[in-house]
């Protein structure tokens, strides 16, 4: 029951009682969610506790991804595969400008073997990334931190609520009305 004022004996309007709750505004309040599946790490000074004051945009975790068996070994099989494509654009490369010096090849296809060879290697140079950056979980709002998840080393699926985060000047309250009711 919320009371607005104090009660005094008196001449009062009829009231009614509903059931009812306090929630957070939703424009007051956020969650952090992993948007990737990975291992949670604390950011420096460790995760935020419940009950802390936190600014929007803060750091609040990080989440390490983690690939599956079957994609690590898909992601192995395509590097070896651009291993070998590298190797032979480089022999290939190397021939040409041989014959380039001595006038047999043209400077285009010279040109179209470089042009190759640096694609395959930037391909390969992004399989290598592949093992991404940890995702940076970030408060989406400034508030208290109402509910937290979070340990190191936890595994989180995607779209784990790691942190709840209300702003406690921005709450509702959330009455249910059955029926009509006159008020005298």
Do not use: C
């Amino acid at each position: 029951a919320i009371r607005t004022i104090a009660a005094t004996e008196a001449e009062h309007r009829s009231s009614i009682e509903m059931p009812g709750r306090v929630i957070p505004d939703p424009n007051g309040s956020g969650f952090v969610q992993t948007a990737i599946g990975g291992r949670l790490q604390p950011p420096p000074g460790g995760f935020p506790p419940l009950g802390a004051q936190v600014e929007a945009g803060q750091l609040m975790a990080f989440v390490e991804p983690s690939l599956a068996a079957a994609d690590q070994s898909s992601i192995r099989q395509s590097k070896a595969e651009l291993d070998q494509e590298i190797a032979l654009e480089e022999r290939q490369l190397d021939r040409l400008r041989t014959l380039a010096s001595s006038g047999t090849a043209s400077a285009r296809q010279l040109e179209e073997a470089e042009l190759t060879l640096d694609g395959l290697r930037k391909r390969r140079a992004a399989l290598e990334a592949i093992r991404m950056e940890p995702e940076r979980l970030e408060a989406p709002v400034s508030g208290i931190v109402s509910k937290a998840n979070a340990a190191p080393g936890l595994i989180a699926e995607t779209n784990t609520e790691v942190f709840h985060i209300i702003n406690p000047e921005q709450l509702w309250v959330e009455a249910l009305s059955f029926g009509r009711y006159e008020v005298s």
